[in-house]
């Protein structure tokens, strides 16, 4: 099979998108951005318009420069978080069978303010900067034993060994759900996120799936609450009304899927800038006071969320005629990219003037988790260098990566001496 024939189908091109803001690029499936997705974006920058329209998965909206993303991820009356619209999904709700199970929501994030700051206001605490600092000795002693565990092999998969049983153990243990079903955990997970369609029945059957393996741990906490999240919600309050079932499902499914996922992908490019650029490792062994701002960096260098929208009427923006219904992708990867915001964007410059990325977006949307993502790198990257030799990339194997709204390595492969 070429590869042109792994592409999404390429709809026609809607009467309101002129030619000169169109680009062909397929988020999920291009062989360039799969194969060295920053590298591509780089090239993206220079090729397409800084706000495009793909024909690829549907058809939508790429928007890219950092002044554009800036400005979507704070208008929430024009670029919606409810990607489907509410009357829709009520609509939907109404036809369905009466022995169907209920529908749940990622609440907040599909919602918009005032409703997503009301539902959003009960987890602020739980994702503090002080909860999260709380949280460091029990990080640093879980990413040390997976690191020593790993050390003597000479070579391992570092997405499996190390990337993403870290953060999802601590999510895991933070969440109050059981750490032997981490594997079908995180199996549900990346088939939700490999799920291209935006067709509402079958995201509702997804949500229904993610909420039904949860669904006897959010009971049991209930009436035997423990000291974790899902217990805490049960106690909290929603604009002065008590918790329900419907509610812990909604919560529950939208930190499922962004908990069991995202920092996972941050790890696997931070080290692999590390395994390939051995004079940056060596430095920050002998000055590990330089981890946090390398952190900071690298996040902006790599960044890999690509939040969607859903366009709320007809608009003139930044050169990108958009209607009604239109999907519009921030492209944060790009806007941290961006040569107008940064200078020699795709330099590694801890000690960068401007050095404030929007690698956890921005606006009321902006990552609930980041506090707790940042300590998860930092930590990660201290321990590392700390505990291993110098690590590089093993020949051996070939990187790839996945494509999406969470761009990530699928396996990431080291070698060392042992």
Known sequence: MSEAATLSPAVERPDHVPESVCYDFDLFN????????????????????????????????????????????????????????????????????????????????????????????????????????????????????????????????????????????????????????????????????????????????????????????ILERRDNPQDDIISMLWQTEIDGRPMTIEDMENYAVLLFIAGLDTVMNGMGHGVHRLASDLELQARLRAEPKLIPEAAEELLRRYTFTVPVRRVTRDIEFHGAPMQANDRAMLFLPGADLDPTEYKNPAEFNMKRENNVHIAFGGGPHRCLGSHLARIELQILYEELLARMPEFRLDPEHKVTYHGGHVIGPDALWLTWEA
């Open 30 to 217: 291009d062989p360039e951005y799969r194969e060295a997705p920053h590298e591509r974006i780089l090239g993206l920058i220079e090729q397409a318009p800084p706000v495009f329209w793909t024909p690829r998965n549907g058809g939508h909206w790429m928007i890219v420069s950092h002044k554009a993303n800036f400005e979507a991820s704070r208008d929430t009356e024009i670029f919606s978080s409810e990607v489907i619209p509410a009357a829709q999904i009520k609509a939907m709700m109404a036809s369905m069978p009466a022995d169907m199970p209920r529908v749940p929501m990622a609440v907040p994030i599909n919602l918009d303010p005032p409703e997503h700051t009301k539902y959003r206001a009960p987890l602020q605490k739980t994702f503090s900067p002080k909860a999260m600092a709380a949280l460091k000795g029990d990080i640093r002693k879980l990413a040390g034993e997976l690191i020593d565990s790993m050390k003597p092999k000479g070579k391992a998969n570092f997405m499996t060994e190390v990337a993403e049983p870290m953060p999802v153990q601590v999510f895991l243990k933070m969440f109050g759900l059981p750490l032997d079903r981490q594997a079908e955990y995180r199996k549900l997970v990346e088939e939700h996120l490999a799920a291209i369609s935006l067709d509402a029945a079958s995201m509702a059957q997804r949500m229904i799936r993610c909420a039904a393996i949860m669904r006897d741990t």
